[in-house]
């Protein structure tokens, strides 16, 4: 079983940044491949970007790539999230999740949740 735990949102300016991070517990943690996904008010939450459990292969949505960069540390069971050149549309509550076999666009497919944090982005 795996316990997650997202933080690091807040409030921030168009085209700054901002570092998510979602500590994990439980021993397997480096056998789950992790998520992130988003969830604006009144939408429904769809996914950010993944990584595979050895941290070699990265994946992400459309709308993010090349500004956010998905991370692991299998040693300190953690997976970060690091947003860059943010938007308004990114406003949203971001969770990290956790899958025992692939990453996946869908969150049916992940088993583990954490609580979410949530990112405004406004001037």
């Known amino acids: 079983q795996v316990q997650l735990q997202a933080c690091g949102g807040g409030l921030v300016q168009p085209g700054a940044s901002l570092r998510l991070s979602c500590a994990a517990s439980?021993?397997?943690?480096?056998?789950?491949?992790m998520a992130w996904f988003r969830q604006a008010p009144g939408k429904e939450r769809t996914f950010v970007g993944g990584?595979?459990?050895?941290?070699?292969?990265?994946f992400y949505a459309d709308s993010v790539k090349g500004r956010f960069t998905i991370s692991r540390d299998n040693a300190k069971n953690t997976v970060s999230l690091q947003m860059n050149s943010l938007k308004p549309e990114d406003t949203a509550i971001y969770y990290c999740?956790?899958?025992?076999?692939?990453?996946?666009?869908?969150?049916?497919?992940?088993?583990?949740w954490g609580q979410g944090t949530l990112v405004t982005v406004s001037s």
């Open positions: 999740a956790a899958a025992p076999r692939r990453i996946a666009a869908t969150p049916g497919e992940y088993n583990y």
């Open positions: 990584v595979t459990w050895t941290g070699r292969s990265t």
């Open positions: 439980g021993r397997t943690f480096s056998s789950y491949c």
